[in-house]
């Protein structure tokens, strides 16, 4: 739901020859982002039904020519902060009529489009798009600047195809960060110039992404308007590293956490950052943090050796590790988002700027705005999408701000995501995890507070519909109602379910 929205009765038609104009903006798009999204958009417009609209037979006044878009910013830089704000004003009639979208920037202007995309119908009468209800005028921007979707290809690998149409539905919803979960205990599937023996992690030669992969896959999400945030989960969630290199195993009975007395560990993770660097300009990199046994190193000879002569025991080595990797993080430019144990560990010694990433449960981003770091919010009782009883009321209630009440505390809030974690899921029913439940989260980080829904019930035909646009434009999303990625239960229409 924008942040302003006001309508008429009226109904223009598209023209067959329906055109992009940008005379007057000051974006000179040398990189065609928004010539290649008008055309997407009309794609998925005429994509439904072949399109057999006679426009001689109508009133001229009434045919949309085409639309105006005027873009204020000449720069294509998309970052956290980028601002994404639009207008998009549809006529009632003219001579001839076109639709106009006014931006500050080239990303809002796509956002802009989105929403026209989505005002525009099939007529079975006439055979053509048809825009209802105007003359429309909408003014909106979005509520959080990060709104997140983590998908997870360490589990499963996703073929870059899939990961594409990922991304191009995550643009039907606004969401605007993907964040690429890309190894783990499992695999490391992604190629690394600086230490090309990684990715002998990856399950098999097939399931790999090599450097120029990762290239096209942030260079399809920004034309997209959407920021690819990489995770590399240290010192926890490791294993598969110590394929290629085993020296980063404290030994081969035990192999995670990565080895923290071994100097080649923190040389290695210097390099897989500044391999990053080259890729994923998002100003912040993951360096997850979760979930840490230690007791591997209290039991390693050579390791426990060490930590005594450092006069540590395993929680002090922890601590120790996430920060050093901190500041590698940092000396390659990037702020750092950890997993909230950092924070419930030792969060006092984090870096300023740390982002905290809530996941075990509710309160913790109080705590963490009142400390003065910032914070992301994905509690998974509610915003785990791999949880198939995450029902989608719970997914649309799920308010970042809860008890956070301080303006200024609030506005360390950058915003939350929903997660993917892939130990069952693959390119077979990613989408159809993800979708629809993945755009009620999306409405409750992008709408005005003041302007949800207090009873999730007074969305579900909006919701209901998205689902079936999602689904004419070849999104396998599944059905509203009941579990995640639940198949229809009998016969019936889209609109039923």
């Given at each position: 739901?924008p ?6 009765y009226g109904?223009l ?13 000051k974006?000179?798009d040398a990189?065609s ?7 997407r958009?009309?794609?998925v417009?005429?994509s439904t039904?072949e399109?057999?609209?006679n426009a001689?037979k ?7 020519k085409?639309i105006h878009?005027?873009?204020?910013s ?5 970052q956290?902060g ?6 998009l ?15 500050k ?9 989105e929403t ?13 798009i ?8 909408i003014v909106?921007q979005?509520r ?7 998908i ?9 195809p ?7 539905s995550m643009a039907?919803a606004?969401?605007n960060?993907l ?5 783990d ?22 399931e790999?992404?090599?450097?120029a ?5 942030v260079?399809y ?6 920021n ?9 969630h ?5 394929v290629g290199y ?13 080895d ?13 950052i500044s391999?990053?660097?080259k890729?994923?300009?998002?100003k ?6 979760d979930?840490v046994?230690?007791?591997?190193w209290?039991?390693?000879p050579h390791?426990?050796?060490w930590l005594q002569k450092?006069?540590m025991n ?6 120790y ?6 500041k ?11 997993w909230?144990?950092?924070?419930n ?6 870096s ?6 809530n996941w075990?449960?509710?309160?913790v981003?109080q705590?963490?705005v ?7 919010v ?8 791999n949880h ?8 649309y ?7 956070i009440?301080?303006?200024?505390e ?6 939350g995501e929903v997660c ?6 693959d ?27 207090k ?5 579900k ?14 999104v396998?999303?599944?059905?509203l ?12 229409s889209?609109?039923m379910?």
């Open positions: 739901m942040k302003s929205v006001s309508y008429g109904t038609h598209l023209s067959n020859e329906f055109e992009l104009r940008t005379d007057g903006s974006f000179a990189s982002i928004l010539k290649d999204a008008f055309k958009s009309l794609d417009l005429r039904h399109l057999e609209f001689s109508i009133d001229p006044l009434l045919v949309l085409g878009v005027v873009v204020s000449p720069s294509d830089e998309l956290h980028t601002d994404e704000s639009y207008e004003h549809v006529p009632a009639k003219g001579s001839p009529p076109y639709a106009r979208i006014e931006a920037t080239v990303y809002g202007a796509l956002h802009g489009l026209f995309s989505q005002v525009c119908h099939y007529n079975i009468s006439s055979r053509g048809q825009v209802h209800q105007v003359p429309w005028t909106d979005p959080f600047s990060y709104r997140g979707l983590l997870d290809t360490a589990r499963h690998y996703l073929p870059v899939v990961i594409k149409k990922v991304i191009d039907y606004k969401l960060v964040h690429w979960h890309i190894v205990t499992q695999s490391f599937p992604l190629e690394l110039p600086s230490y090309p023996k990684l990715w002998d992690g990856a399950y098999s030669v097939p790999r992404y090599t450097f992969d990762g290239e096209e896959i260079s999400a920004k034309s997209r308007g959407i690819v945030l990489a995770e590399i989960d240290v010192p926890g490791a294993e598969s590293w110590g085993p020296a980063l195993w404290p030994s081969k009975d035990c192999k995670q956490p990565l923290v007395s071994n100097e080649f560990t923190f040389k290695l993770i210097d390099g897989i391999d990053f660097s890729i994923f300009k998002y912040f990199v993951h360096l997850g943090g979930e046994n230690t007791s591997c209290e039991t390693t390791v426990r050796k450092n006069r395993g929680s002090e080595a922890y601590e590790f996430v920060l050093r990797a901190q590698i993080a940092l000396s390659h430019g990037y702020d750092i988002i950890n909230e144990e950092t924070f560990s030792f969060g006092k010694k984090l300023p700027k740390t982002v905290v990433h075990l449960g509710g309160g981003a705590n963490v009142k400390a003065g770091l910032r914070c992301i994905s509690n998974q009782d509610k915003w785990y999408l198939l009883d995450a029902f989608w009321q719970g997914v209630s799920n308010e970042p701000l809860t008890n009440t301080d303006p200024k609030q506005a360390l809030v950058l915003g993917a974690w892939a130990e069952y899921i390119a077979s029913d990613i989408e159809q995890t993800i979708w629809p439940r993945a755009a009620a989260a999306a409405e409750r980080l992008w709408t005005p507070y003041d302007k949800l829904a009873d999730p019930e007074k969305i035909s909006r919701l209901s519909y998205f689902r079936c646009l999602l689904n004419q434009r070849g396998a999303a599944a059905p109602d009941g579990y995640g990625r639940e198949a229809p239960l009998d016969p019936g889209c609109y379910q």
